[in-house]
């Protein structure tokens, strides 16, 4: 069975700082999807970066990026120049058969 | 471009009484829709996911049911409410592996 594994359950920083948020996961499948999403305390649930498992290149959204490590099974997510605005619940999650796995989540605090 | 609809926002219910709830999305067609519940301080458990109209999958036994009436149209529904199904309840959509969109979510007492 896929699984999702987020072994950080609570991370604090200082504002500006930047932190990464480590994701693993487990499938025998070649081809899937990988996700980020973020939830702020207003619980609406927002795609914050995506990767397709068979592009080498780690996927970028402006201060946000990813270090995927196919063998590895490791999809983390790097925060650059933190905002008070990123202090949110992360998820990570796989995408296989139609359906999202997802992590247990990682609260996120950006302290100022 | 594509909108996600849902609602009510909240909702307290007694136990025992049925529930409703609507989600509807714009702008694009043959959408796979899901219904996800999260409790509080942790992670999304699927509930039911649809690839069609009248086609419902259900991942975990429950006291909730899940329609398709319309493409673009997905409704999450019980005949009677119990405290455990208490929850935020969140609808989503996807157009193959693009990612999912979600609603705003409904945050459901049941009292």
């Known amino acids: 069975a896929q699984t999702v594994t987020q072994s950080q359950p609570e991370m604090s920083v200082q504002e500006a700082e930047t932190v990464t948020l480590s994701c693993t996961y487990d499938?025998?499948?070649?081809?899937?999807?990988l996700f980020w999403y973020k939830q702020p305390p207003s619980r609406q649930m927002i795609l914050v970066i995506r990767?397709?498992?068979?592009k080498q290149q780690n996927a970028t959204e402006n201060r946000f990026s990813v270090n995927f490590q196919k063998a590895a099974k490791s999809f983390s997510l790097k925060i650059s120049d933190s905002q008070l605005g990123d202090t949110a619940m992360y998820f990570c999650?796989?995408?296989?058969?139609?359906?999202?796995?997802w992590g247990a989540g990682t609260k996120l605090i950006i302290k100022p | 471009s594509q909108t996600i609809h849902q609602w009510p926002a909240t909702l307290v219910q007694p136990v025992g009484s049925p529930l409703s709830l609507e989600c509807t999305v714009e702008?694009?067609?043959?959408?796979?829709l899901y219904w996800y519940r999260q409790a509080a301080g942790r992670g999304l458990q699927l509930l039911f996911y649809s690839v069609g109209i009248g086609q419902i999958s259900s991942e975990v036994p429950q006291n909730l049911s899940a329609s398709r009436p319309q493409d673009r149209q997905f409704i999450l529904s019980s005949k009677k409410l119990l405290l455990s199904d208490s929850g935020f309840y969140l609808c989503a959509w996807s157009a193959a592996n693009y990612g999912y969109t979600f609603g705003s979510g409904t945050r459901l007492t049941v009292v």
């Open positions: 702008g694009t067609s043959n959408p796979n």
């Open positions: 499938t025998s499948e070649n081809n899937y999807y």
């Open positions: 990767q397709e498992a068979y």
């Open positions: 999650a796989f995408y296989s058969n139609y359906q999202l796995i």
